[in-house]
């Protein structure tokens, strides 16, 4: 088990908070328990929305950005905030 040789975090995360609706990305983990599939965890924050369709946009745009990286297993946790909280 260990992180992917090839992944790079800085770039993988300035994409994936380029997503509109996005206030915060943390927690990015990236590992490959065979050094073929690799996995990732993600916890990304946003504004609180009205519609759900909203929630199942940004998480389909970052796992597309995380396929582009090579991940193939992709855990998306989304936290609202509230506009004066610090994210």
Do not use: Y
């Amino acid at each position: 088990q260990g992180r992917p040789r090839d992944f790079h975090s800085p770039d993988f995360k300035k994409q994936v908070a380029a997503i509109d609706g996005i206030v915060d990305v943390d927690s990015v983990r990236v590992w490959s328990l065979d050094g073929v599939d690799n996995v990732m965890s993600i916890r990304i924050h946003i504004h609180t929305v009205e519609d759900r369709s909203e929630i199942e946009r940004i998480k389909r745009d970052v796992r597309h950005i995380a396929s582009h990286f090579s991940i193939h297993e992709r855990f998306v946790t989304i936290e609202t905030c509230l506009a004066q909280e610090n994210c």
